[in-house]
């Protein structure tokens, strides 16, 4: 539905033109009235409108200071068609009316078929200007995206390779750079390590720099979902990051480079940016980390591959102090921050693949607590520092040892599990589960349910059912009892799932089963009688 002013100092045109427009066109426009210039210039300002009608001869603001007001105030998309509406019949009027592009100049009395011709050729002119505009939009989009492509290309390759350093400059736009300009680069973890969507990450950003005195050149997510800011002065993205900290978006961390002038130093800048970023991962209370701070040398270590095999096979054992000072070691804790990030990196990598991945391949993935933290702690990227994932690091590692503690116990004392089974011997009719038996043994429920599984052969819930079939099996034969007493007398809810249950185990039914066992035993001892 078009939105419409008509501006007019009489009521009975303004109503008038009003109530003819809704009968030829129902549903086709909103339509607002203003009594003079000055009130339709504060409407249009509270809700723009895309067609304003108006009369010339107004007192204070007349229909053409009106027009001229709004085309200098407002952004040519923004500007509404204007049809104007005199009793004269005058030049000058009709000069002011083609200077600012008006779409019709109707006489009055208002003749409705002109009036309505002109609303039909102002609706073909918004559509057209639509059209248009959607054209434009998608055009920039593309060549924003070209834009933006060129530079994740340029910033994936190892080397600023220039061969073609205008078609990179012309792709990228850089003649239009202020400089010098700085590069930043941003991400955004929250307190419990997730991420959040890139693309909003993106515009809030963007929304938070807009207030702030600085140029913002480039603005998009590199390849590693990162988002890269290219401005000037570098002042600005500090000033961001002092806002962040106001909107209590604490979660967000920053590189930044040094300044730069030319298309070579662009590269280095985003490179620089890029390892200010993973090096802020190092320390917990600096989240925004210039380059100039990180320092040129960085410790890289001999690959322990020793130490973490013997850290592997110390899991489940008594050593859970020397497993932490075994951690300390290979990861140089007390040398933080001089550790190069990629050693780091390479270490993490190499216990969640050849300790915790061994451990669970061996020992199964029962403990769904320990699994969860094992899966976070595949990677440091779900952290927000260094120290968050070390913390979480070894809290796994302790749960681990616990867990294969227990497991290694459990296989190698089954006494324990021989009670759980007599147990459930003579308790087989009560509401049984894995939790109250484990319980009653004082066995962890993950490790209960692998030896149970050791010891017995087959998992709990399989067992007892068996259990309580067998129990159901005698006491058929017992007597004439009716199903759902049998049933409920073996720990089942009702005779539905008690006679589903033996069906699955034994082939047949209940009722089946009575039959068939005593007739084959009636046949047994006619048999007998007979040879007496």
Aim: hydrophobic share 35%; with cysteine.
């Amino acid at each position: 539905m078009r939105k419409m002013i008509i501006v007019d100092d009489e009521k009975n045109i303004r109503l008038g033109l009003k109530t003819m427009i809704e009968r030829e066109f129902p549903e086709s426009y909103e339509i607002r009235t203003a009594i003079h210039g000055e009130d339709a210039l504060t409407q249009f300002h509270n809700e723009r409108a895309e067609i304003m009608i108006t009369d010339i001869r107004m007192p204070g603001i007349d229909g053409i200071e009106l027009i001229k007001r709004l085309t200098s105030e407002t952004d040519a998309e923004q500007k509404p068609i204007f049809i104007i509406l005199s009793g004269y019949d005058d030049f000058a009027y009709a000069k002011a009316a083609i200077e600012y592009q008006v779409k019709d100049y109707l006489l009055k009395p208002i003749r409705r078929d002109e009036l309505f011709e002109s609303l039909r050729k102002s609706e073909s002119t918004l559509q057209r200007q639509a059209e248009f505009a959607e054209r434009v939009a998608v055009s920039d989009t593309y060549r924003e995206q070209l834009r933006i492509n060129a530079f994740k290309e340029w910033f994936r390759q190892d080397e600023p390779l220039l061969e073609s350093k205008g078609d990179l400059e012309t792709k990228v736009g850089f003649e239009q750079f202020t400089k010098p300009f700085t590069v930043a680069v941003l991400s955004y973890k929250s307190e419990s390590g997730d991420s959040m969507n890139k693309e909003e990450f993106k515009l809030l950003v963007e929304k938070m720099l807009q207030p702030m005195e600085g140029v913002l050149n480039a603005s998009f997510l590199d390849n590693e979902s990162q988002l890269v800011l290219i401005g000037s002065p570098a002042f600005q993205f500090v000033e961001l990051f002092r806002q962040a900290g106001v909107k209590e978006l604490d979660g967000l961390r920053m590189g930044i480079s040094s300044e730069g002038t030319e298309l070579e130093e662009l590269y280095y800048c985003y490179k620089q940016a890029s390892e200010a970023l993973q090096y802020s991962f190092i320390y917990s209370n600096c989240r925004l980390l210039r380059h100039e701070d990180i320092g040129e040398k960085r410790q890289y270590y001999p690959v322990p591959d020793e130490e973490i095999r013997k850290l592997g096979n110390m899991l489940g054992t008594d050593r859970e102090r020397e497993v932490q000072e075994l951690l300390k070691q290979v990861f140089h804790t007390e040398d933080i921050p001089d550790v190069d990030i990629r050693y780091l990196r390479l270490i993490g990598k190499m216990i969640n693949e050849q300790v915790l991945d061994e451990v669970f391949r061996i020992y199964g993935e029962e403990s769904i607590e320990v699994l969860k933290l094992y899966r976070k702690v595949g990677s440091m990227d779900n952290f927000r520092s260094f120290h968050d994932y070390y913390r979480s690091l070894e809290l796994l590692l302790s749960s681990v040892n616990d867990y294969v503690r227990g497991i290694r116990s459990a296989y190698s004392q089954h006494s324990d599990i021989k009670t759980a089974v007599s147990y459930m011997e003579e308790n087989y009719f009560r509401p049984l589960n894995m939790a109250v038996v484990s319980n009653h043994v004082g066995l962890n429920y993950s490790y209960f349910s692998e030896a149970f599984k050791a010891h017995t052969g087959e998992n709990f819930v399989g067992f007892l059912k068996k259990l309580r079939i067998r129990k159901g099996k005698e006491l058929l034969l017992e007597g004439n009892q009716k199903m759902q007493e049998i049933g409920s007398a073996v720990g089942f809810e009702n005779s539905k799932q008690f006679s589903r249950v033996f069906k699955e185990l034994e082939g047949i039914s209940p009722q089946e089963y009575r039959i068939k066992v005593r007739s084959d035993e009636g046949q047994s001892k006619e048999a007998v009688d007979h040879q007496v």
